[in-house]
C-alpha cells in the first residue's frame, strides 16, 4: 500500500510517499523557520499563507522524488489535528482535492500518533510499547498495547517541555526556534544554577513546567536588578538539565510499572542531544527493553511520519 502523506500543522509543509508504513520514497519538507524567526516565534497567518503557496510544489515534489504519479498512491493521509487551525485547512483541502480528483481513500491522522510511529520507520514495535511525547505543544506518556490503542499514563498539567525550551530561549535573548539553541549552549556550560526539578507526587506520571520556566525567568530578574552577570551557557545547561531529568524519570518508572518491551521517544525535543544521552544510559539499565528515537530528519515535523501513522490507522479502521 501506498501512502501520500501531507503535514501543514505548523511551519513546516510537508509531503511524503511510504510504502507499507516503512519504505520512505520521498519526504520533502519546507521549513518556514527562517521566515518566522523575525518574529521571534510562529505567526498562524503568515505560516498558513505560506502553506497555501507552497503546498502544490511540495507535493509534486514528493511524487515526482518517489517516482510515482498521483495514480499510484492508494491512500491519502494527512494530519487533522493538532494544529494551528489555519495551517492545518491548507493540508486537508489540498488532501481532499486529491482524492476527489483521483477517487482515493483518505484519513485525517492526529498530529501526536504521527510522531510516535516516526519511530516505525526504523524499528518495529514491540508491545506493550511506552511513548514519550515531547514537543512544542505536548509533553505525554501513551500507553500502547497494541497497533493504534493509545493510553495516556501521565502528561503535562501546564506548559510542553519544547515550549519551556522556547520561552528560556527567549529570556536569555538566544532567538527562536529555542530547543536547538538551548541545547547547543547548554554543551559549552555547566548546571551549576539551582533550579527546582518538578516531580509533582511520587506516584504521578504527569509534568509541570511552568514552575521551572518561571524559575529561569526570577533568576535572570534578580542578576539584572543587581547589576550582576549572568552566564546564559550556564544556565541553559541548568535548565536542560532540570528538564530532562524528569523526562527520563518519569519514563523510566512508567516503563517498569507497565512492563514494557519497548520505549519510543517523539517529538521535535526528541532532537535533544541531552535526552538521547540520557534515556540510552537509563534504558540500558533495564533489561530486555529497547530504545527508539527517530532520526533527527523525521523527530520535528516531517509528512513520512504522518504517512506511516496514516497507514496504521488505515489497517485499524478496517479490520473487521
Ligand atoms: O514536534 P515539533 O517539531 O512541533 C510540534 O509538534 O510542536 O516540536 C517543536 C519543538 C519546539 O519547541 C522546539 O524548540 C523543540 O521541539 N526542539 C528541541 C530541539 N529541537 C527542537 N528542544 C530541545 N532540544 C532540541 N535539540
Ligand atoms: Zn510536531
Redesign the pocket.
Known amino acids: 500500500m501506498i501512502v501520500l502523506g501531507i503535514e501543514t500543522?505548523?511551519d513546516e509543509t510537508g509531503v511524503a510517499v511510504v510504502r507499507s508504513g516503512k519504505e520512505v520514497l520521498s519526504n520533502e519538507v519546507f521549513t518556514q523557520i527562517e521566515i518566522h524567526k523575525a518574529y521571534g516565534g510562529v505567526v498562524p497567518e503568515v505560516a498558513s499563507r505560506h502553506h497555501i503557496e507552497k503546498i502544490t510544489y511540495v507535493m509534486d515534489a514528493a511524487i515526482k522524488k518517489a517516482n510515482l504519479t498521483f495514480e499510484d498512491i492508494d491512500l491519502i493521509a494527512v494530519t487533522g489535528n493538532p494544529g494551528l487551525v489555519g495551517s492545518l485547512m491548507v493540508g486537508i483541502n489540498a488532501a481532499k482535492a486529491v482524492a476527489l480528483a483521483y477517487n482515493k481513500p483518505i484519513v485525517f491522522v492526529n498530529?501526536i500518533h504521527?510522531?510516535i510511529y516516526a519511530n516505525y520507520i526504523e524499528d518495529d514495535f514491540l508491545f506493550p510499547l511506552l511513548a514519550l511525547v515531547v514537543?512544542?505543544?505536548h509533553t505525554e506518556l501513551i500507553l500502547m498495547r497494541d497497533h493504534f490503542q493509545f493510553e495516556i499514563l501521565g502528561e503535562t498539567l501546564d506548559d510542553a517541555v519544547g515550549e519551556a525550551y522556547d520561552k528560556v530561549a527567549r529570556v536569555v535573548g538566544a532567538g527562536y526556534p529555542g530547543g536547538p539553541i538551548i541545547d547547543k549552549m547548554a554543551k559549552q556550560g555547566e548546571a551549576s544554577y539551582a533550579l527546582p526539578k518538578i516531580m509533582l507526587d511520587k506516584d504521578s506520571l504527569n509534568f509541570s513546567f511552568s514552575g521551572l520556566k518561571s524559575a529561569v525567568i526570577n533568576l535572570v530578574n534578580k542578576h539584572k536588578m543587581k547589576n550582576e552577570e549572568i552566564n546564559p551557557n550556564d544556565l541553559a545547561a541548568s535548565f536542560q538539565e532540570a528538564a530532562i531529568s524528569v523526562l527520563v524519570e518519569k519514563t523510566i518508572k512508567a516503563a517498569t510499572e507497565h512492563e514494557v518491551k519497548q520505549v519510543v521517544v517523539a517529538?521535535?525535543v526528541a532532537a535533544n542531544s541531552h535526552l538521547r544521552e540520557e534515556m540510552a544510559q537509563a534504558i540500558s539499565a533495564l533489561p530486555g527493553v529497547k530504545l527508539s528515537i527517530p532520526k533527527m530528519k523525521y523527530c520535528?515535523?516531517n509528512a513520512a511520519m504522518i504517512a506511516v501513522a496514516g497507514y496504521f490507522q488505515y489497517l485499524h479502521e478496517h479490520k473487521h
Open positions: 500543522s505548523c498530529h504521527g510522531h514537543s512544542g505543544g517529538g521535535g520535528t515535523d
